[in-house]
């Protein structure tokens, strides 16, 4: 990587960055370019986009023309892409293929499934499992011809991790899912350290919801910074990779400012304590 970024070590040897440009809601050649441009100059490396926010091809359009101007070539970014729903199981092989051709990168760094269950399907159909394994099949082939530089899940439970970690051939490199200071997934994160699973976060902020929190207010009060830099850097702090998402130039660089401070142990210990288990975003438990 580049102007060797903050990273953590994945159990294929590669690196990838702590911190990434998330692309959720990112729609549009000019905000995607913008974002991505931005995202450059302030030191991300890494981006990470899916199949069901239709913005891969934008993605790799603006990472084309973008590389050049900041002085970086395609080996100097990470780039996550993820399977759909929609194409678990039968489909994946598929899905795969169209993500690697919309990007139009060469390959991808990590490719995860993005979903333990499948569009169209009840929560509580057995068909999931074998839908799930299907497609982790399918992930390993693209990994072995390199196509897949690694390969990983979001959104899983514990008992789906173990389920995979069970059946899988090559094991995941990374599980992504919503981490924050009142969602702290201790079961997962422990089964990540177990089993040499890099565990990253997305939806740092509680969608939103806790730049208003009085406590991360206080933190961000005591040490000169921003809600949401509070909110990465308490992530970021214990080693978690983090894709905070914006299309706006400023905040996307805000958003970037987060290692050159540490919070205090108290205001870590105070953070961590709001954890409460509530989710913002997906609930992934009732997935059979």
């Not at 569009?119 to 394994?133: C, E, K, M």
Request: hydrophobic content about 40%.
């Amino acid at each position: 990587m580049a102007d060797q970024q903050p990273s953590v070590l994945l159990n294929t040897g590669a690196r990838m960055p702590l911190l990434g440009l998330g692309t959720f809601r990112l729609r549009g050649a000019e905000d995607t370019e913008r974002a991505v441009d931005a995202a450059l100059a302030a030191g991300y490396r890494s981006f990470d986009t899916a199949a069901v926010y239709r913005n891969e091809a934008e993605l790799g359009r603006a990472l084309h023309a973008l590389l050049p101007k900041h002085g970086l070539t395609r080996a100097d970014v990470f780039v996550t892409s993820k399977l759909g729903p929609r194409d678990q199981g039968p489909g994946a092989g598929e899905g795969c293929a169209q993500s690697l051709e919309r990007l139009a990168l060469g390959y991808v760094d990590l490719y995860l499934v993005h979903w333990p269950g499948t569009q169209g399907l009840p929560v509580g159909d057995r068909l999931n499992a074998g839908n799930r394994a299907e497609s982790w099949a399918a992930l390993e082939r693209f990994h072995a011809d390199g196509r897949f530089r690694a390969i990983g899940v979001s959104n899983y439970t514990p008992g789906h991790l173990r389920e995979l970690l069970r059946e899988c051939r090559v094991p995941p490199a990374v599980l992504q899912v919503e981490f924050h200071p009142k969602l702290a997934q201790g079961e997962l994160r422990g089964l990540c350290g177990e089993t040499g699973v890099c565990f990253q976060a997305y939806s740092s902020l509680g969608a939103g919801a806790l730049l208003s929190d009085p406590v991360v207010r206080a933190a961000a009060a005591g040490c000169g910074r921003t809600p949401a830099q509070v909110l990465l850097r308490w992530a970021v702090q214990q080693g978690v990779p983090v894709l905070p998402k914006s299309s706006q130039p400023e905040r996307v660089a805000e958003n970037g400012r987060v290692f050159d401070f540490h919070l205090s142990e108290e205001d870590m210990g105070r953070l961590s304590a709001l954890d409460c288990g509530e989710k913002y975003c997906w609930d992934p438990s009732a997935v059979a």
